[in-house]
Nanobody, 120 residues
Framework: QVQLVESGGGLVQAGGSLRLSCTAS???????????YCWYRQDPGKQRELVAR???????YYGDSVKGRFTISRDNAENTVYLQMNSLKPEDTAVYYC???????????WGQGTQVTVSS
């Protein structure tokens, strides 16, 4: 019912910045049922990590490893969520995934992932 398309990943030097975006598309009924958005990341050999979360009304949560460096935001009119990543570290290297949910339909949706690589 809902498709998530991510963009903005790439290669960057330590200390640099990237901004990821994730746009949801689908039927009006499906889009209106979406609530919070999350960004997750995963590197080979590591557990999936919650990076940031934002509710429909703009309340945010950040993982300890990114607090003070990353900012999550959303544009409800465009069904888009962003992740601004500043002061990037090599440890931030991972595949980043966008996630959203529609609790009324017991549904979860994931993007395909976008690679972020930070060089030292």
């Amino acid at each position: 019912q809902v498709q998530l398309v991510e963009s903005g990943g790439g290669l960057v030097q330590a200390g640099g910045s990237l901004r990821l975006s994730c746009t949801a598309s689908g039927s009006l009924r499906s889009l209106n049922a979406l609530g919070r958005y999350c960004w997750y990341r995963q590197d080979p050999g590591k557990q999936r990590e919650l990076v940031a979360r934002i509710t429909r009304t703009g309340n945010t949560y950040y993982g300890d490893s990114v607090k003070g460096r990353f900012t999550i935001s959303r544009d409800n009119a465009e069904n888009t969520v962003y992740l601004q990543m500043n002061s990037l570290k090599p440890e931030d290297t991972a595949v980043y995934y966008c996630n959203t949910e529609a609790t009324l339909y017991n549904a979860n949706y994931w993007g395909q992932g976008t690679q972020v690589t930070v060089s030292s």
